[in-house]
């Protein structure tokens, strides 16, 4: 096992680093990527913003379903995918739309 390199900086406590002040804020931009934006635009930007995975277009609902045991064991033991294979196969034999 190496050793640990020893560190000859000191080591700085951030509760010593000093509080940003509303000058200091007022220093800084806002920005979309590249483009610098005004404090209205970005703060507008800011709450536009999503968050997380976007929302699908065609969302999947869940449901339950009986089935017999040996049936799911079968799907189960076709492997990876069986979830998405047995949707398919339901799909495919789903009476015609009205």
Known sequence: MTESKR?????IDPD????????????????VGERVLTQ????????????GRP???NPREPVT???DAQ????WRASGKGWQTRAAAALA???????
Do not use: C, F, H, Y
């Not at 680093?17 to 800084?28: I, V």
């Open 92 to 98: 495919a034999m789903a009476p015609p739309a009205t």
């Open 40 to 51: 209205p635009e970005g703060m507008a930007a800011l709450k536009k913003a999503r968050r």
């Open 16 to 31: 010593d680093a000093p509080d940003l002040s509303e000058a200091d804020l007022s220093k800084g931009q806002w920005r």
């Open 65 to 67: 379903l009986r089935l």
């Open 7 to 11: 560190v000859s900086a000191p080591w």
């Open 55 to 57: 929302p699908a277009a």
């Open 71 to 74: 049936t799911l064991a079968r």
